[in-house]
């Protein structure tokens, strides 16, 4: 199953008379590396192969070194550099997702207590870790509504009790009215 190319160069090797045998080790060097290369670049298919089933199984460390293994055989290789990227990709998404899962945890516990501005910052800084997430992106409009909604209810309580202090008693129910439709938690 050897190559042509390389049966030529062991029967080279092998020769009985010693002037048709190589002069140098140099000499077999050289008519080796091509055929080296080329068996590697049949491989390469199937360390492609193996690397998306690792990336499947998410090992990742894995797959990253079989992806370079295949990138110094071939530097050039479109696939692997796309593979490489990707894996670089997860592993960077393995690294910070329990930071992003902690800041949202603690972003929707300042909502429940009403820390609109804590929970925003908190929202803000797993956007920044993960910028095209869109849970983040609904989280912070969510989060800022809420602290809209408060200070709008806020507000009417204010009119509500300036209406009480002239004794408006109308002017007051209705401002209270509003501010709980606005806000039914404040």
Request: hydrophobic content about 40%; charged content about 35%; cysteine-free.
């Amino acid at each position: 199953d050897a190559p042509e190319a390389l049966e030529q160069v062991i029967s080279k090797l092998l020769a009985k008379n010693p002037e048709a045998r190589y002069q140098s080790l140099e000499d077999a060097q050289f008519d080796l590396e091509p055929i080296i290369l080329d068996l590697r670049k049949e491989n390469v298919g199937e360390l492609l192969t193996e690397t998306r089933t690792l990336i499947a199984a998410d090992q990742l460390e894995m797959a990253q070194s079989i992806v370079r293994q295949v990138m110094e055989i071939d530097p050039g290789n479109r696939v692997a550099r796309e593979l490489r990227e990707g894996i670089q990709r997860q592993i960077k998404d393995r690294a910070v997702r329990p930071k992003i899962v902690a800041l949202v945890t603690a972003g929707r516990e300042q909502l429940v207590v009403r820390q609109f501005e804590e929970a925003i910052q908190k929202f803000e800084s797993a956007l920044r870790l993960d910028k095209s997430n869109p849970e983040l992106h609904g989280l912070i409009e969510q989060a800022r509504a809420a602290r809209e909604r408060a200070e709008r209810a806020a507000r009417l309580l204010e009119e509500a009790r300036q209406a009480l202090h002239r004794e408006d008693l109308t002017a007051a129910h209705k401002s209270i009215a509003e501010a709980l439709s606005t806000d039914p938690d404040h």
